[in-house]
């Protein structure tokens, strides 16, 4: 995938995982500025796609020693993941639609 693709993922990723999420409601109660927001979001946009360069562009060595050093942050007291139920929906919508080609 060219490094433009996954910039463009990157982003896709990261506004559909912030969209109505804690920073926009911070932000709408004025807690946060849109300066804050901006680079917060501008933060995360870099997080993951310099994540996903690594796992779908750079050597599997390369790949391997960012995860070997990510995982030492591994968040013991977080809950584990589970489907988003907004992404889902989305999902079975767009899985109903016509297709109608590239777009």
């Given at each position: 995938?060219?490094?433009?693709?996954?910039?463009?993922?990157?982003?896709?990723?990261?506004?559909n995982?912030?969209?109505?999420?804690?920073?926009?409601?911070?932000?709408?109660?004025?807690?946060?500025?849109?300066?804050?927001?901006?680079?917060?979001?501008?933060?995360?946009?870099?997080?993951?796609?310099?994540?996903?360069?690594?796992?779908?562009?750079?050597?599997?060595?390369?790949?391997?020693?960012?995860?070997?050093?990510?995982?030492?942050?591994y968040?013991?007291?977080?809950?584990?993941?589970?489907?988003?139920?907004?992404?889902?929906?989305?999902?079975?919508?767009?899985?109903?639609?016509?297709?109608?080609?590239?777009?």
């Amino acid at each position: 995938m060219n490094e433009d693709t996954v910039k463009q993922l990157a982003l896709i990723i990261a506004a559909n995982c912030l969209e109505n999420g804690i920073v926009d409601e911070l932000h709408g109660k004025g807690m946060i500025t849109d300066e804050q927001k901006q680079a917060f979001n501008k933060q995360v946009g870099d997080r993951i796609y310099t994540f996903l360069l690594y796992l779908l562009n750079k050597p599997s060595q390369q790949y391997s020693a960012l995860l070997e050093a990510l995982a030492q942050k591994y968040p013991e007291d977080w809950s584990l993941p589970e489907l988003d139920t907004h992404f889902t929906e989305i999902a079975g919508k767009a899985v109903q639609m016509p297709h109608n080609g590239p777009q």
